[in-house]
């Protein structure tokens, strides 16, 4: 073998070792356009769940503080004064122990069942009566829409009993009491106590003339009572802070007046 036979050699050589670096170099820039878009395929789903993380924790309604905030909310909410106040009264107009027994079947069979699948609903899927009753059935919705209507209308009245409580508590402060007789009308001959007073009582005169201020008949609509409309008032407002940071502000205030 001649001994210039080794320069081809060595240029085959390089020449091999140069065309491995260009197929090398072509598998490296056709390799990165799949990386890039696997680096962006990546991306876009690392955006995709902060995206869903995120819109969860928007969605995320407060939760009660503890589980005695919750049943204090719920007892307060199922107890008012329809129970102590109204229904003996209706239990007795309505036949007694004879009214008892459609009432407690009909608790039994519905009340009680539509409540508590009500609240473990709510509490599964975060949500109001409205929310629980579409999410049962969109044909059940009106079931909810009669239960807010029935609150707004119950907050109402319990609202002016409310006022009621707040006038005589600021009237108890006297000494004595403004309803513990009957007022008296100084004549220009002699004092006498009140006809209309005599005929009933001294609470009664007080509640309707006092407190209400009616007027002689319903065609007559009299003025504005700014006494009542003060407490009135006031009944709202203290119902707006108990209420104006949602569960956790109506939550302290159940455990407050427990």
């Known amino acids: 073998m001649p001994k210039n036979s080794k320069v081809p050699k060595r240029e085959l050589d390089d020449e091999v070792i140069e065309s491995v670096k260009d197929l090398l170099s072509n598998e490296d820039s056709s390799d990165d356009p799949f990386k890039k878009s696997e680096l962006m395929v990546d991306d876009q789903e690392e955006k995709d769940v902060d995206v869903e993380e995120g819109s969860d924790v928007e969605d995320e309604r407060p939760a009660w503080n503890s589980k005695l905030q919750y049943i204090l909310a719920q007892v307060g909410f199922s107890v008012g004064l329809g129970n102590v106040w109204r229904f003996p009264y209706l239990c007795q107009k309505n036949g007694g122990g004879a009214y008892l027994v459609p009432y407690l079947i009909l608790l039994l069979v519905i009340g009680i069942p539509l409540f508590f699948l009500e ?4 509490q599964r899927i975060r949500r109001g009566s409205i929310g629980v009753w579409n999410y049962i ?5 009106g079931i909810g829409f009669a239960s807010c209507v029935v609150c707004f209308f119950v907050a109402l009245y319990y609202n002016v ?6 006038f005589y508590f600021s009237q108890s402060f006297q000494h004595p009491l403004p309803w513990d007789q009957c007022p008296l009308v100084k004549n220009t001959s ?3 106590v009140e006809p209309e ?8 005169y007080y509640w309707y003339r006092e407190a209400l201020n009616i007027s002689s008949s319903l065609s007559e609509s009299g003025g504005l009572n700014w006494k009542m409309t003060i407490c009135l008032l006031a ?8 209420m104006i940071k949602g569960i956790q502000s109506s939550g302290k205030v159940s455990i407050l007046f427990a």
Do not use: D, N, R, Y
């Open 119 to 122: 609240l473990a609903v709510g």
């Open 137 to 141: 059935s969109p044909k059940l919705g």
């Open 161 to 166: 009993i409310i006022g009621w409580s707040l």
């Open 190 to 192: 002699h004092t006498f």
């Open 197 to 204: 007073c005599e005929k009933s009582s001294a609470t009664t």
């Open 235 to 242: 009944a709202w407002v203290m119902i707006c802070l108990a």
